[in-house]
């Protein structure tokens, strides 16, 4: 099956969070393809970040690029609906922070966002099975969730092919996205192991370029290379 096209999803959780959207434009400027947007809630991981009334002064500010939302709070549907009404275009969450894993991703389609499920390193992927049809997308956590900056846990490639098996059998066009410690150096590793998504949050923030108008530009652009030589 023909692979999606590759879409770089930076993670804000690195940004400046006292300019965000100044942030968010510049990323995007320096072609970026959507906002990766991390929920935690100091219950189901030990960090706390940001919720739906900074989604919605995203939008509110002129963001018009995707936002995918990554919700790493337990239980989900509440946020699921109060993300949907500020402005989500994806909303992803983990299986064992809800209850009835089917009705929280057909709650998510029935607001109009696109549905996904996130695994843990040590998650196994067995809620997958009969809900192919209902996840427009697949996230892989490639390092513990919780906080930004962690290395890649190299036993994802492993599970990456394991999951692009799965949705190339399937037949749906489900996006297969990484989450986590993601550099210029392993992205052309990652894409060939079956991703099509890529999250990073301080290889992308980490690169801010003072000397150039449009600060991102070159960490992008080497990403894209690096994409670009991929095998696959
Ligand atoms: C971790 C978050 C990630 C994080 C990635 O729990 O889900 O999105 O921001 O950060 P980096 O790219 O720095 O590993
Ligand atoms: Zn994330």
Same mark, same amino acid.
């Given at each position: 099956?023909?692979?999606?096209?590759? $879409?770089?999803?930076?993670?804000?959780? %690195?940004?400046?969070?006292?300019?965000?959207?100044?942030?968010?434009?510049?990323?995007?400027? %320096?072609?970026?393809? #959507?906002?990766?947007?991390?929920?935690?809630?100091?219950?189901?991981?030990? /960090?706390?970040?940001?919720?739906?009334?900074?989604?919605?002064?995203?939008?509110?500010?002129?963001?018009?690029?995707?936002?995918?939302?990554?919700?790493?709070?337990?239980?989900?549907?509440?946020?699921?609906?109060?993300?949907?009404?500020?402005?989500?275009?994806?909303?992803? $969450?983990?299986?064992?922070? %809800?209850?009835?894993?089917?009705?929280?991703?057909?709650?998510?389609?029935?607001?109009?966002?696109?549905?996904?499920?996130?695994?843990?390193?040590?998650?196994?992927?067995?809620?997958?099975?009969?809900?192919?049809?209902?996840?427009?997308?697949?996230?892989?956590? %490639?390092?513990?969730?919780? $906080?930004?900056?962690?290395?890649?846990?190299?036993?994802?490639?492993?599970?990456?092919?394991? #999951?692009?098996?799965?949705?190339?059998?399937?037949?749906?066009?489900?996006?297969?996205?990484?989450?986590?410690?993601?550099?210029? /150096?392993?992205?052309?590793?990652?894409?060939?192991?079956?991703?099509?998504?890529?999250?990073?949050?301080?290889?992308? $923030?980490?690169?801010? /370029?003072?000397?150039?108008?449009?600060?991102?530009?070159?960490?992008?652009?080497?990403?894209?290379?690096?994409?670009?030589?991929?095998?696959?």
């Amino acid at each position: 099956m023909a692979r999606l096209p590759d $879409f770089i999803s930076p993670s804000i959780l %690195s940004a400046d969070f006292a300019s965000l959207g100044q942030e968010v434009d510049n990323v995007l400027k %320096s072609g970026a393809d #959507v906002v990766h947007f991390d929920v935690m809630d100091n219950h189901y991981v030990p /960090n706390l970040t940001i919720g739906p009334l900074v989604c919605d002064a995203l939008r509110k500010h002129g963001v018009t690029a995707e936002i995918d939302v990554h919700l790493m709070v337990q239980p989900v549907d509440q946020l699921i609906t109060d993300f949907a009404k500020a402005g989500a275009s994806y909303v992803t $969450f983990h299986p064992e922070a %809800s209850k009835h894993v089917d009705r929280s991703l057909q709650l998510t389609r029935d607001l109009g966002c696109k549905s996904g499920l996130v695994f843990n390193p040590a998650t196994s992927l067995n809620e997958l099975e009969y809900v192919m049809d209902k996840v427009d997308l697949i996230m892989l956590m %490639s390092v513990n969730p919780g $906080f930004g900056g962690q290395s890649f846990i190299p036993s994802t490639l492993t599970k990456l092919k394991q #999951v692009r098996k799965m949705i190339d059998d399937s037949g749906f066009d489900i996006r297969l996205e990484v989450d986590g410690g993601v550099k210029a /150096n392993n992205i052309k590793e990652i894409k060939e192991a079956g991703a099509d998504m890529f999250v990073a949050g301080s290889a992308i $923030f980490g690169a801010r /370029n003072e000397s150039d108008e449009n600060h991102y530009d070159s960490i992008i652009t080497e990403f894209r290379s690096e994409l670009a030589k991929a095998n696959v």
